[in-house]
């Protein structure tokens, strides 16, 4: 399989599908532009960026060890999501600097009322993670 259907083959696993709103938040020059390109293509728009008044599809939240407070990043990402939407967490696979251990990723998601779901490799030095919200218990 060459890069690119790699890169197909992951933004299907993200779930991804035409027409909805994607945020990107911390995309800095070390992120992947060709799964970057591929989601776009996916959507057929481009992703949005900074400061948005609508409520978005999902969010893609670049983030590397070192970035600030991981429970703040998503809480803050969380003001713009759908309420069935996710947070992809892509951060540097393992191996690589800035790397997130997972166990860091497994004590802030239920700080910031998410629960993980699902880990891949995303593109040749990203993982993504999936979050998604915690559903309250019925009674």
């Known amino acids: 399989m060459n890069s690119l259907q790699g890169l197909a083959a992951s933004v299907d696993r993200l779930g991804l599908v035409p027409g909805e709103l994607i945020l990107e938040v911390g995309s800095y020059t070390d992120s992947d532009s060709q799964l ?6 996916k959507i057929g728009t481009p ?3 900074g400061q948005v008044d609508e409520v978005v599809d999902a969010v893609l939240l670049w983030w ?15 003001t713009y999501l759908s309420e069935n939407g996710p947070i992809w967490l892509l951060t540097p696979k393992v191996g690589l600097a800035d790397h997130v251990e997972p166990s860091d ?4 998601a239920p700080t910031a ?3 993980q779901t699902v880990s ?9 993670t ?4 915690r559903k309250s218990a019925k009674r």
């Open 36 to 41: 970057r390109l591929a989601i776009e293509a």
């Open 47 to 49: 992703l949005l960026t």
């Open 64 to 78: 590397r060890e070192g970035d600030g407070d991981l429970v703040d990043d998503l809480v803050d990402a969380l």
């Open 105 to 108: 990723i497994q004590d802030a």
């Open 113 to 115: 009322g998410l629960t």
């Open 120 to 128: 891949f490799l995303a593109a040749p030095n990203w993982t993504a």
């Open 130 to 133: 999936k979050l998604v919200a």
